[in-house]
């Protein structure tokens, strides 16, 4: 593939990455809460919704990887973000309780189709492993503003037409990611076998497993309960609004210097130690009413909790060049069914100990299992 079209690629991937984590996952918030006051639903119903999605996602993941090994991503990441249109203008129409969640499940489907998980896969194809690191900082970099363009926007949104005017202005944004990605994707991106190479867990797989899942774990707990825990901890709404947003901008810093530390660490202990870093965090976090305390463990966070997605598509890419769809989506089910309920388990420790204290020393010692798991097996060293 020529240079140009390379390019061109990376960023249509970057586009269907920003508009669809923006869309479908930070809008949700400010949609339900839009939602809940027009009908009258509680934050249960309108939070169990969008947990169903995210468990789709992580189910459909696996089969997704092998689809996108198979037969590339032209057709199924512009079909993704057709369907995450096709949900948002379902909602936009305020429908009865049971086609809302409906709604909210084939929303499911198009974030599985337009995430990191599967356009990683479609990087890999497309651009060779010298380069491929580089070019996921790209589409990471982008599409680590997602958070920040799309949490405003969604705003003004709501502010100028309510639920339905924001939904459709959402859904007109995805179907334009449509149509980038149907004319910006090679047709062909996958290797054209019959049937794709079988892909077969390992041990390295288990542990790589095993790690990014308590990682998950640990960065969905730490990121949700930050701003409450700040408010909890004196801090003014302000600041703490100001701290919890701080996180979201040190990732992207955290993702620059990734390439850069790859050339004099090499993946598996640059993974153990952002591990590290992660639990870090969650150590300066357990006392944060010092503003200086409290914005260095959101920052340290944010460093390494940016730089973990680049790691984990590193490890991945590098261990099953051949199979990186089939591995990743694997490697996806557990991480994302952790993401789905790490909110409960946090709100049930929460709820038990009367503070974040035991959510977060289970986060420290979650980073440290993590970060030994990734360092405890040669072979993640092998390329």
Not at 1 to 11: F, I
Not at 357 to 364: E, F, G, I, Q
Request: hydrophobic fraction near 55%; aromatic fraction near 8%.
């Amino acid at each position: 593939m020529a240079e140009a079209r390379r390019t061109g690629v990376v960023w249509t991937l970057a586009l269907l990455s920003t508009v669809g984590y923006g869309a479908l996952y930070y809008a949700q918030p400010l949609l339900a809460v839009a939602t809940e006051a027009q009908t009258g639903w509680t934050r249960v119903q309108t939070g169990g919704a969008f947990t169903g999605a995210l468990l789709v996602t992580a189910l459909l993941a696996p089969g997704i990887g092998r689809a996108l090994d198979r037969h590339g991503g032209r057709t199924l990441l512009s079909a993704g973000a057709g369907l995450g249109a096709v949900a948002l203008l379902i909602l936009a129409v305020t429908p009865p309780f049971p086609l809302f969640v409906l709604a909210w499940l084939l929303a499911g489907v198009a974030m599985a189709l337009t995430f990191y998980e599967a356009t990683f896969t479609v990087l890999a194809q497309a651009v060779p492993a010298a380069v491929r690191t580089r070019a996921t900082l790209h589409v990471t970099l982008v599409a680590g503003l997602a958070s920040t363009l799309f949490v405003p926007l969604t705003a003004w949104l709501l502010q100028r037409g309510q639920v339905g005017g924001a939904a459709t202005g959402l859904a007109a944004l995805l179907l334009v990611v449509a149509v980038a990605c149907w004319v910006g994707l090679p047709a062909t991106g996958g290797r054209e076998r019959a049937t794709p190479l079988p892909f077969t867990p390992d041990a390295t797989f288990a542990r790589l497993g095993v790690a990014f899942t308590l990682a998950r774990v640990v960065t969905v707990a730490v990121g949700l309960q930050l701003a409450p825990l700040l408010l909890a901890a004196g801090h003014p709404p302000a600041r703490a609004a100001f701290l919890a947003g701080l996180m979201g901008l040190a990732a992207l810093p955290g993702r620059a210097i990734f390439v850069p530390l790859l050339r004099h660490l090499p993946p598996a202990p640059l993974t153990a130690l952002l591990l590290g870093g992660v639990g870090l965090s969650a150590l300066f976090l357990l006392r944060p009413q010092g503003v200086e305390v409290a914005a260095l463990g959101v920052v340290v966070f944010g460093l390494c909790n940016g730089a973990l997605t680049l790691a984990r598509a590193e490890l991945l890419a590098g261990r099953y060049p051949d199979t990186f769809g089939a591995a990743n989506g694997r490697l996806s089910l557990p991480v994302n069914l952790a993401q789905a309920v790490t909110p409960l388990g946090a709100g049930a420790l929460y709820t038990l100990g009367g503070s974040y204290a035991p959510s977060l020393w289970l986060c420290v010692g979650l980073s440290v299992g993590a970060a030994w798991v990734v360092t405890g097996r040669p072979d993640l060293k092998k390329p």
